[in-house]
């Protein structure tokens, strides 16, 4: 089992009636992308201000590296952060935004925050004052703000928001290039389902306060990905035949139901296979789960998300 | 800790408004210097044909006893006898009792001490120190350290002013200088960081620039004079709130200040500071960002 590196055990977040977050238990491996999807006031922001140490639990705990309850203040500062877009000094210029936070971490390395602009893109940028910047560019300053200190931990809070496709795309490279060249793991919150979609190796799936669903990229992608769905009445009779065909990547859904993640277009020749082997097929179609359908039907619908 | 003041105090140095304030304080120090001079030439000249041996400059200008005539404003009124040498300690004392100073400082410190939370940039930091608490007193520490800077600029102003304006640079006693200008000191430096943390505190700089401004214009008094009332009702007696707080200290310090002067007001100062800035931590390390 891979090391976690964070866990939170019955997390909640109450503000007056409202539970914004409700015992919410997630586990994030070291060296994990983790995509943390919910709709707009699904509880991200919140949970993700009380990882980062901005908000205190109502009820739970986090175990962050190892550590928790009083001890977290001594891993906080592993922990860099992008909570509800980037909080920057509009008149100061890029590198003394860094400076600053360099300075409060005690890193004195000289040319450090030019090396931290190279990485997010923002190489060359000047002292032009940072109230002059686009918002993507902004926003690649607020995540080279988190990554100040070299944390072990980065989490962002919709870090996509509001950025054109140009933007959107150079988020994503910046982050999957400090997962795999820095092994730093990331928790990255969204509502663009299939942009998460492109970089995560887990997620979490958050909705009304409550996690609904934990699960690795293999298991979301067998979930949504196109396949054969097969119906009938018997399933374990039609393990055999499928096994004659060669068919390896196959999941027996239910009592109904079979899924063929391979060969989609041999769907006649399967059936035919099937009706030889005296097994009657009722239906049988090729399916495409979208990330956002799947999403749709765990939270019970709707469009925001 | 010292991280957090290092980072501050470079924030301070980066910010626009530090040196705009000091360059509209220099004029306004400048240009209530001549206004001043002025009227210490028209009184000078008028003492002359009166013949009189001292003439009371103005009826708001606080005597030696410290006793002052609590009005609504500031005045800046110079404590010099009229045909006597106005020395740096003068000037400097006209400038500060009448909190003109203090005004100019408050302005920064609120707009400087709300800037981390009104940009978001305390986001950045506040999940990853051991101490919330302890940014508030890094914050507290720029603030007195402007503070500082700013009223030894302002001696300088004065220095000069002295010089060009009337004649002849005199310092004056500095038996009596250096006591006023350190216990006028410690109460800015107290001053500033009870603004620091009325600012943390109530997350607004709007807010905490009124309140700031109206303490500098001797608005509290109204409050002040309905606490004393109610404290009279209550049995308590004859109270004066006023001259138990840093304004009322600022403006009531006597030039020629005793030991016991400075010490009170030096305990003021503390008292305040303590408790400003340990309310202002307090909340700032228990509040959500």
């Known amino acids: ?305 | 800790m010292l991280n957090m003041i290092k980072m501050e105090i470079y924030r301070m140095l980066h910010t626009r408004s530090a040196y705009v304030i000091l360059i509209v304080l220099t004029g306004c120090v400048l240009f209530t210097n001549i206004m001043s001079r002025d009227e210490y030439r028209a009184d000078t000249r008028k003492a002359a044909e009166a013949s009189v041996d001292m003439v009371q400059v103005s009826p708001s200008s606080p005597d030696e006893s410290g006793e002052e005539t609590p009005n609504l404003g500031m005045t800046v009124t110079l404590p010099t006898t009229p045909g006597e040498q106005v020395t740096v300690f003068d000037l400097f004392a006209a400038n500060i009792q009448g909190r003109f100073i203090a005004l100019f400082i408050a302005i920064f410190t609120i707009l400087f001490s709300g800037a981390d939370m009104s940009s978001g940039y305390v986001k950045n930091t506040a999940g990853q120190v051991r101490s919330r608490a302890a940014l508030v007193a890094a914050k507290a520490v720029a603030v007195m350290v402007y503070t500082v800077f700013t009223i030894l600029f302002f001696v300088a102003i004065e220095a000069i002013s002295d010089a060009l304006l009337f004649g002849t640079l005199a310092w004056g006693d500095p038996g009596e200088f250096l006591p006023y200008l350190g216990a006028q000191t410690a109460l800015h430096c107290a001053f500033m960081v009870v603004l620091c943390a009325l600012t943390v505190i109530i997350r607004s700089s709007v807010l905490s620039m009124v309140l700031g401004v109206l303490l500098c214009q001797n608005l509290a008094i109204i409050l002040y004079g309905g606490a004393e009332t109610l404290l009279r009702r209550m049995g308590a007696g004859d109270v004066d709130i006023i001259s138990h707080t840093i304004t009322g200290k600022i403006a009531m310090l006597p030039l020629a200040p005793s030991a016991s002067d400075v010490t009170g007001a030096l305990l003021t100062a503390a008292l305040f500071l303590v408790l400003s800035a340990g309310l202002g931590a307090l909340v700032f390390q228990k509040r959500d960002v």
């Open chain 1, 1 to 305: 089992m891979s090391e976690m590196l964070l866990q939170t055990r019955a997390l909640t977040k109450q503000y007056g009636r409202h539970r914004a977050v409700d015992q919410v238990s997630m586990h994030i491996k070291k060296g994990a992308i983790y995509g943390f999807i919910g709709r707009n006031g699904a509880g991200k922001t919140t949970t993700l201000r009380m990882i980062s140490g901005l908000a205190s639990p109502t009820a739970g705990e986090i175990e962050l590296f190892g550590c928790r309850g009083r001890d977290l203040s001594r891993v906080r500062s592993r922990v860099g952060c992008l909570i509800e877009g980037p909080g920057l000094y509009g008149s100061m210029s890029a590198r003394d935004n860094l400076k600053m936070k360099s300075m409060l971490l005690g890193v004195y390395k000289r040319g450090y925050e030019e090396e931290l602009l190279d990485i997010v893109g923002l190489g060359g940028v000047g002292k032009k004052p940072v109230k002059r910047y686009s918002l993507g560019m902004k926003q690649r300053l607020g995540i080279a703000l988190a990554l100040v200190g070299e944390p072990d931990l980065l989490v962002l809070d919709e870090p996509i928001n509001g950025l054109d496709p140009q933007g959107i795309a150079e988020v994503r490279d910046t982050v999957l290039k400090l997962n795999r060249e820095r092994n730093m793991t990331i928790l990255i919150s969204s509502h663009i389902l299939e942009e998460l979609s492109k970089i995560a190796t887990d997620y979490g799936i958050i909705h009304n306060g409550t996690l609904l669903q934990e699960l690795t990229n293999e298991e979301l992608m067998e979930k949504c990905s196109e396949r054969l769905e097969v119906t009938l009445d018997d399933p374990e009779r039609a393990v055999p035949v499928m096994d004659r065909l060669g068919i390896k990547r196959y999941q027996v859904a239910d009592r109904e139901h079979i899924y063929i993640f391979e060969r989609l277009e041999e769907s006649a020749a399967l059936n035919m296979a099937f009706a030889k082997a005296g097994i009657p097929v009722r239906g049988i179609s090729v399916t495409n789960g979208e990330l956002e359908t799947y999403f749709l039907k765990l939270t019970g619908g709707g469009a925001d998300a």
